[in-house]
């Protein structure tokens, strides 16, 4: 009788295992599609951007658009810029500080990404590399000039310095890529030089 009490309490534990790690599973899929969902929109809104229309929201309820696309050549990395820089923004994928410059336009971008999800490819990044960005008028070539990892809570760019630098982008991410933890005052920066820009319409080589 005993051992039928065990064994009856036994399947019932394991049932109970099987249907948390079933529902786990479904929690985590269902995780997944909405990530991918949102990507195909955004895919999408961006595509109408570059046809020509403005302030494509992915979705209805959505508080950001995409702006332009950064490429990481040498790290086979593309990814659409959306504008924001919010916490709700860069749950979808990088965004751009609005009180700088537009993503390929003079003066300087800052455009921040999670370094576990849309920047984690900055763990990867060299000086040298370049770093494309495409808007819809231009496609604009960086070169990765400089790597710097400041706390955020010593340092600041004013819009002074915004306006006067020459143009490039200021990529920004958490810092170090293998915490455990989420947050922290640590930043990776990097800083990339404009070296040319070709118009969406021209056939030959960036200027």
Not at 98 to 108: F, R, T, Y
Request: hydrophobic share 45%.
């Amino acid at each position: 009788m005993a051992s039928r009490l065990i064994t009856y309490l036994v399947l019932i534990g394991l049932m109970a295992i099987s249907l948390v790690g079933v529902w786990n599973i479904g929690i985590v899929g269902t995780f997944y599609a909405k990530a991918w969902l949102a990507d195909q929109l955004i895919e999408k809104a961006w595509q109408r951007t570059l046809q020509g229309e403005s302030h494509v929201r992915p979705w209805a309820w959505a508080d950001t658009w995409p702006v332009a696309e950064i490429q990481a050549p040498r790290l086979n990395i593309r990814q659409i810029i959306l504008s924001g820089d919010s916490g709700r923004v860069l749950a979808f994928g990088p965004g751009f500080n609005e009180s700088s410059a537009l993503p390929g336009e003079s003066g300087l971008s800052i455009i921040s990404g999670h370094r576990d999800t849309s920047f984690n490819f900055l763990k990867d990044i060299q000086t040298g590399d370049q770093i494309i960005i495409k808007n819809k008028t231009e496609v604009t070539t960086y070169m990765v000039e400089e790597l710097v990892i400041v706390d955020q809570r010593g340092f600041q760019i004013d819009d002074q310095m915004m306006k006067e630098q020459s143009p490039s982008i200021l990529l920004v991410t958490c810092y170090p890529f293998a915490a455990l933890t989420a947050g922290g005052n640590k930043r990776l920066l990097v800083l990339a030089k404009k070296v040319g820009t070709k118009s969406e319409t021209d056939e030959g080589s960036i200027r």
